[in-house]
């Protein structure tokens, strides 16, 4: 089926570990987005990537790393994860940088615990 | 800058009544506002969305939202909820060129 896919679905760290979240989008879209979603504050953008080879810091971005590594794929780095980085994260991807043709498609998310 | 508040975090309601779940926004320049959903385990899924023209907007599942300039509200409506309601909803305004900026969502409880 078309639209975002986000792997791991779930995901169990220690503090201190690294992992990489992985998503990538088969519609053609030129940007791309990660968030994250903690219970009474929504959805906070993390980093975004407005086109293939650029990418920008949103509102939280510190202790995570991006690359767009193609048009497809955009991946999520946490170096040194810690337990306040415990969190359902969601990629999701537009056709431009703007939303003005009708938002974005978002993944089904990852749920992240740090212990 | 823009921010989006969604007034109610929770609101429980029975099947086959009305709902409201209201949204104001804030911003120095024209807005695009947007109404998403999310089911239990599953990401998010646009709902409706206002980007120009009539200020009264239908999407799916039988949601309606009005834009208000004045108020600088955008409230999500539904004449008769039903159980399959129950969920999760998110407003959001985004400016020309902007990035979506998200309210802190609203959980819709339908109760038999």
């Known amino acids: 089926n078309a639209g975002v896919t986000q792997t791991p679905k779930f995901q169990v760290l220690k503090t201190g570990q690294s992992m990489t979240l992985q998503c990538a989008q088969d519609m053609n879209h030129n940007s791309m987005y990660w968030y994250r979603q903690d219970p009474g504050m929504g959805l906070r953008l993390i980093y975004y990537?407005?086109?293939?080879?650029?990418?920008d810091k949103g509102e939280v971005p510190n202790g995570y790393n991006v690359s767009r590594l193609n048009k497809r794929e955009f991946s999520l780095r946490l170096e040194s994860a810690a337990p306040s980085q415990t969190s359902v994260y969601f990629c999701?991807?537009?056709?431009?940088?703007?939303?003005?043709?009708?938002?974005?498609?978002f993944g089904s998310g990852t749920r992240l615990t740090v212990v | 800058a823009q921010s989006v508040t969604q007034l109610d975090s929770q609101v429980p309601v029975f099947e086959e009544a009305p709902v409201e779940l209201r949204c104001n926004y804030s911003s120095s320049v024209s807005v695009y506002l947007f109404w998403y959903v999310q089911y239990p385990n599953q990401g998010l899924q646009l709902l409706l969305k206002y980007l120009s023209g009539s200020t009264l907007v239908k999407g799916i599942n039988g949601f309606e939202a009005e834009f208000n300039k004045s108020q600088t509200s955008f409230h999500l409506r539904k004449p008769s909820v039903h159980i399959s309601d129950t969920a999760e909803y998110f407003c959001a305004v985004s400016s020309q060129g902007g990035k979506l900026i998200f309210g802190q969502g609203t959980e819709l409880s339908v109760k038999p």
């Open positions: 999701a991807s537009s056709r431009y940088a703007g939303t003005i043709d009708g938002g974005y498609t």
């Open positions: 990537s407005a086109s293939e080879g650029t990418t």
